[in-house]
T-cell receptor, first 113, second 107 residues
Framework: NAGVTQTPKFQVLKTGQSMTLQCAQD?????MSWYRQDPGMGLRLIHY???????DQGEVPNGYNVSRSTTEDFPLRLLSAAPSQTSVYFC????????????FGPGTRLTVL | AQRVTQPEKLLSVFKGAPVELKCNYS??????LFWYVQYSRQRLQLLLR??SRESIKGFTADLNKGETSFHLKKPFAQEEDSAMYYC?????????FGAGTTVTVRA
């Protein structure tokens, strides 16, 4: 199993550009989520999904969209990139949304100029 | 609203010395708490969860509801314990992380 995969590993955008961060898992996990990691702030939940077709907002959802058309994929879209979105983004998945271990991807380092 | 506080950004200890990472939380219900660890150039991974009451890699964490704390402890630190540690609280499908503590174990 590849586990949780994320692409790209690195990305540089200009202010106003849009892009999609890809996340996929091959463990048949129902629950998937996106976090951003910023120095001194830990990881903050952006959006999450408890199953295909179901998504909801986390702590910092503004400027991001998600969709979950399949169990395996959970892409994160930046609609109009801003410098404040410069961060490291992590995708995670778990068997269910309950008290289960979350498996994390390797992260995407995004810089917005 | 739930909140997780890790008061120490950096923690430096000598090999063989005890290490304790502090975690305090604010939550009105019955908390589900975790410790996650990120070693250099590795993915973030679960270290332990409070319901398991287990010891992983020599680490233990006790939930103290009276003090609303979930401190992580290890009696004898090893160099391979150098990493970033995050305390996290699960509520209604959402996992809230503390700011993290970077631990450096010196020889």
């Amino acid at each position: 199993n590849a586990g949780v995969t994320q692409t790209p590993k690195f990305q540089v955008l200009k202010t106003g550009q849009s892009m999609t961060l890809q996340c996929a898992q091959d463990m048949n996990h129902e629950y998937m989520s996106w976090y951003r990691q910023d120095p001194g702030m830990g990881l903050r939940l952006i959006h999450y999904s408890v199953g295909a077709g179901i998504t909801d907002q986390g702590e910092v959802p503004n400027g991001y969209n998600v969709s979950r058309s399949t169990t395996e994929d959970f892409p994160l879209r930046l609609l109009s990139a801003a410098p404040s979105q410069t961060s490291v983004y992590f995708c995670a998945s778990s068997y269910s949304s309950g008290n289960n271990e979350q498996f994390f991807g390797p992260g995407t380092r995004l810089t917005v100029l | 609203a739930q909140r997780v506080t890790q008061p120490e950004k950096l923690l430096s200890v000598f090999k063989g010395a005890p290490v304790e990472l502090k975690c305090n939380y604010s939550y009105s219900g019955s908390p589900e708490l975790f410790w996650y660890v990120q070693y250099s150039r590795q993915r973030l991974q679960l270290l332990l969860r409070h319901i398991s009451r287990e010891s992983i890699k020599g680490f233990t964490a006790d939930l103290n509801k009276g003090e609303t704390s979930f401190h992580l402890k290890k009696p004898f630190a090893q160099e391979e314990d150098s990493a970033m540690y995050y305390c996290a609280l699960l509520n209604d499908y959402k996992l809230s992380f503390g700011a993290g503590t970077t631990v450096t174990v010196r020889a």
